[in-house]
């Protein structure tokens, strides 16, 4: 008996060596010990955090982390590309809910399931404008003013199931007046000239776009569309302040090829961790808009899941699930 | 006054000074180099300007831009290939001065009319931002479709010999930018299940395929560009001062358009080089001589392209709102030093606003120093024995493509599209058209939709708009003039034959 | 042949590629949905049927002066083995380039285009340049530019 046992547990030792030996070669202590590279798959606010994370992340790892911009195809370039590298750590992407919204809408042969997600680093959230000739100040305002009349409400969205158009949809269905709604799609980053012009009625986009145009007194920003305010339009309320219920925000973060082993998962969270927390990461962080928002493997996995069935459903409900 | 005098202080720091200085000197080494642009360069000197004060890091941006813009005239003339698409419309006249042994004159010129076109365009946005400014926000998408329909008119203007031909090579450029997402629906098109082809043609690995790989296709023959040029004595000869006079209201104008073009959010400086050129042509005594090697034909792009510099901070300063690639990384720099653009900046941060525009004089001196300085070695290239010169553009557009996205995909389309452009070539098809349509194409698509969208598809929104009715007006003048004259040579040209 | 004869082909070839694009356009991408929206379809549609009403004016053009302009057609010889040359190296290159890294196979194309295509003979010229230029470029783009050059999967060097 004592006998079995003693065996046992030498075969389990051995089978254990024998796994580590042959399956995870590359997972020694002194990961990294060559420059780890990031794929970028935006350009813009994506492609600006990542430049600034990987140089804070560099000096935690003591290699250079290289930010590689492969854009296209609404992420699908970049993300084929990492998944087809060998799952040892030194090849990472800088993802996004883009993973589960471009999963959904089809046409990519991957989802969120062929990664194992490192670390989340930040969230952004998006921002309703008007213009403030409207005299609207908050969401109520809108919706009574909408639903009182025949017009439709133009609603500028960067093009159709993007993340804009999805947070948008989202948040007039709440509100009740998603069949008032025209959506009107145009290049990135115009918004807050379209809205000045009267040309569209209202739009959803990232804060820093509006807040020079807050200050001046030119746009009314009505809602932010996550559970808590941010700090860079600290007075604008939330969506769910003003009784819509609604709580989507997009988060970004590294993720590797699945298979890579965890304690280089381990080793890469820590260094995102610690570049969360550095000055110059929240400094950016409060000039660009966005949130630093470390979460390690585990719970980011989760949010992904979790991000993966909401999506899944909205997209179905637009009409643009697959 | 006194703000001024502060911002100025600023950026006559050594420090900002040398930031600037660092920056023109990579943009122009971007630029000049066939196959780099300086968009690549923009996004490698973002992260250094992270650990700076905020006025030499705008300072190093700004010079970047500046000097990238002014560096792609280099290659365009010297090779007849185009450092960027803004230099496309510079080698029609740029190259063939070259093969005559005139390059030094007509790079000389090119600074001096980048020079100029760059400090006017900065000079009309100092006094009339803001007025601009509102300008611009009429641009809506009905606006700015007709705006580039009468930039694709110019197309009649290019075509050389036959305008079906250049017609036909247009509509090829249109095409070849529909593969891809298609960005107003987010659906692929055209790439036949490809995840590769998702991403489309880039215009920067088209145009480098475009003009490189028949250069090195040639060059085999022993009859190629470089090989001409070489056949004539290299001087380096500067382009006198009476001369550049006599082109004095040639540049205003163009500096004009230039600006004006930048100012409208979505153009950008290949467009404005492109309308440039046609006027120079259409206004010039001598129309026979463009296109073979007319100097006009250089200071006209030359002064536009680099006053859409100046333009395009109009609506970058005020608005928020980035004209182009290039531009939006400007504007990233800008954001990470918190200073964020919009009606805004002139209440919040003023001192950084003049030290821009110190920062943008400054970066003028320091493209006419080292171009005219740098002239008189970037004319030895010349000397270079044509197999090896042709071996290194291979290697450095090679890298140029690859930079562009770090994809194998756009080095497959380089060697595909360059070879295409070869044989058209070869049946004497001008390929610039092709650029055009490829840098318009898009643009005219995804506002002509928009614009219907908001009109929900009624016409209306193009004809009840006086600036679309101009332009579209202008356009269809330009393309029944030219087909007019074209008939009119055919049938005096069969009239001589019988 | 003749210029003209050239244009036919061209004239032809354009045509064929119209009309493919036009089916290809016509049915793998959707029509829009009406007030407003043209959809994805409508523009690549659109430029295929100008390709094929463009090229049959060409056609018809050319086959109308063919005698008159046969007279000043000047030649031009179309180098098809080096075009076809230079393809295929930019292709393999392509292909090679993730597998064994910018630093090996960038001398391997200089070398095969200086040889084949350009006609180098001295091993001095083509050593000194298929290492000048890698070396040079690594150098100056790679380390000191900070350009992002390919790395390999199957061997890396650098």
Redesign the interface.
Known sequence: MKMRTAMGGGIAVLAAAAVLAAGVPQARAEFPEKPV?MTVLF???A??IA??LS?TMAGELGEPV?P???????G??GY?HVMA??PDGYSIVWNSNSVNTTAH?G???YSYEDFVPIARVSEETPALAVSAEKGWTGLQDMARAVSGSDDHL?VGIS????FTHLVSAALFDAMGIADNV?F????D??A???L??G??DAAIQWP??F???L??G?LNVLAVTGAKRIDLLPDVPTAQEQGVDIDITMWRGLAAPKGTPAPVVARLAAAAEAATQSE?FRK?A????FMPAYAGPEEFAAVIARDDAFYAGLLDKLGLGK | MEMFLHAAQLALDPWAVGAVGLGTFIGLVFGSIPGLTFTVALALALPITFAMDSIPATGLLLGTYIGGMTGGSVSAILLGIPGTPSAAATVIDGHPMAKRGEASIALGAAVVASVFGGLFSLLVMIVSVNLVSRLAIGFGPAEIFALVVFGLSTICGLCGGSMLKGLLSGVVGLMIMTVGMDQIEGVPRMTFGSISLMQGVSLLVAMIGLFAVPFIIEASSGTGGAADARATRVRAEMPGLRLLMSKGWLMVRCALLGTGIGAIPGTGGAIASFLAYDHARRMSPEKASFGKGNLDGVIAPETANNAVTGGTMIPLLSLGIPGDPATAIVLAGLMIHGISPGPALFMNHATEVYGMYAAIVLAYFWVLGLQLAGIRLFVHVLKIPRELLAAGVLVLCLIGAWSVRNSVFDIYAMGVIGVLAYLLVALRVPITPIILGMVLGPTIENEFRTALMLSGGSSDIFLHSPVALLFLGLAALVIVLQTVGELRLRAYKQKVNA | MTGSRKDLVLGSVLFALGAAWSWAAWTTLSPGFGGGDIGPRAFPLAFGGLLMGLSALFLGVTLSRDGAAAAEAEEERILWGPALLLMAEIGLYGALLERIGFLLATPLLVLAVLALNLKVRRPAVLIGMAAGMTLGCWLLFGQLLGIYLARGSWINLG
């Open positions: 590279e350009g813009g606010t492609s600006t430049q600034v140089e290289v590689v911009s492969r854009t296209g195809g609404g699908a370039v084929s590298t060998a809408i046409r990519v042969p133009k093009g159709k199931g993007s025209t009107i799609a145009y290049g980053g115009k807050p000239v379209e000045l012009a040309r569209i820093g776009q807040k020079s145009y200050d001046s030119d110059e950016a409060g000039n660009i808009g």
